[in-house]
């Protein structure tokens, strides 16, 4: 019987292989920098039949033309303002504003 650590392994290797063979699918993955390590993965844990499945896709996939020219453009997150440390400096940032305006 499998202990509880072995079923979560196998549920996250699983859970990987699946969102891998969509990645795949979808062509969003520069393979030429991974193929190998991903290749390695899949026969390491070829008992899974997740694996198995992405071990297939991945030997009929080129690594040097799979990769889409529209992958997703990373998010660009604004730094978040200073939050003051005192009313006394609250109301120095708005008059400070108000100073501007």
């Given at each position: 019987e499998m202990s509880n650590?072995?079923?979560?392994?196998a549920r996250a290797?699983?859970?990987f292989c699946t969102f891998l063979q969509a990645i795949l699918r979808s062509k969003q993955l520069d393979l030429s920098?991974?193929?190998?390590?991903?290749?390695?993965f899949c026969i390491e844990?070829?008992?899974f039949k997740e694996a198995a499945a992405c071990h297939r896709l991945l030997r009929t996939l080129d690594p040097k033309t799979c990769v889409s020219s529209k992958l997703p453009i990373p998010l660009?997150?604004?730094?978040p303002t200073p939050v003051?440390?005192?009313?006394?400096?609250a109301a120095a940032g708005q008059q400070r504003l108000l100073l501007i305006l």
């Open positions: 650590k072995d079923n979560r392994q290797v699983r859970i920098k991974c193929y190998v390590e991903l290749q390695a844990c070829s008992s660009r997150v604004p730094s003051p440390a005192s009313p006394i400096q």
